[in-house]
Structures are given as C-alpha cells and as structure tokens.
C-alpha cells in the first residue's frame, strides 16, 4: 500500500508564500504523473500542477506564474512552491500519485493538508 503525507499547509497572509511537501512511502519512480490538487469549501477538487516522470509540468491557469512543482526523486517527494497567494487559494490540497498500465489507473491520495489565505 503507498502512502502519502503532506506537510507544510498553515494560515499565510495575501501576498504571502508556503512551501507543501509531500512523502511517498515508495520510489516516485514508479508512477507516471505526481500532482497537487485542491477543494475549495463548496466547490469540486481541481487539479493545480502536475509533474511528470521526466520533470515536464503542467499548472491550472489560475496559478501560472505564482505556483512551481517539483520533485526529489532521491527523498520520494513532491513539493508545491506556492507565492503570491491569494484568498482565493484557500483549499485543502491534496497530494496524489498516479500509476497506469494498459489495464488500469491506480490513483493514490494523500490526507490532505489546509491553506488558508487570510488578512
């Protein structure tokens, strides 16, 4: 079974930065997409960044710009850079892993970690 723990959400003014971790109890190497996702209070889980197993990385267009991902193959992690936040980032992120074969998607979930944005 894989697990994932996030790390690193909290309570950050506008305009201010946080850093998410995310620790995958196996090699990384194995899965072909590591991502963050988030839920906004009453609305649905959305995809925030992607990152690929050779780096390539993909974001939603609210967070160009202000967002990177990025991995550490040799730790097994996945960070989430996040700046110039806004109230609108407020969510609970989730870090996810996903693995495919021919057959199957197999989707791994973290528990989730809360940022709030907030004056």
């Known amino acids: 079974q894989v697990q994932l723990v996030e790390s690193g959400g909290g309570l950050v003014q506008p305009g201010g930065s946080l850093r998410l971790s995310c620790a995958v109890s196996?090699?990384?190497?194995?899965?072909?997409?590591l991502g963050w996702y988030r839920r906004a209070p009453g609305k649905e889980r959305e995809l925030v960044a992607g990152?690929?197993?050779?780096?390539?990385?993909n974001y939603a267009d609210s967070v160009k710009g202000r967002f990177t991902i990025s991995r550490d193959n040799a730790k097994n992690t996945v960070y989430l850079q996040m700046n110039s936040l806004k109230p609108e980032d407020t969510a609970v992120y989730y870090c996810n892993a996903r693995q495919a074969d021919t057959a199957r998607i197999y989707d791994y979930w973290g528990q989730g970690t809360q940022v709030t944005v907030s004056s």
């Open positions: 990152i690929g197993s050779l780096g390539r990385t």
């Open positions: 196996r090699s990384i190497f194995v899965f072909n997409v």
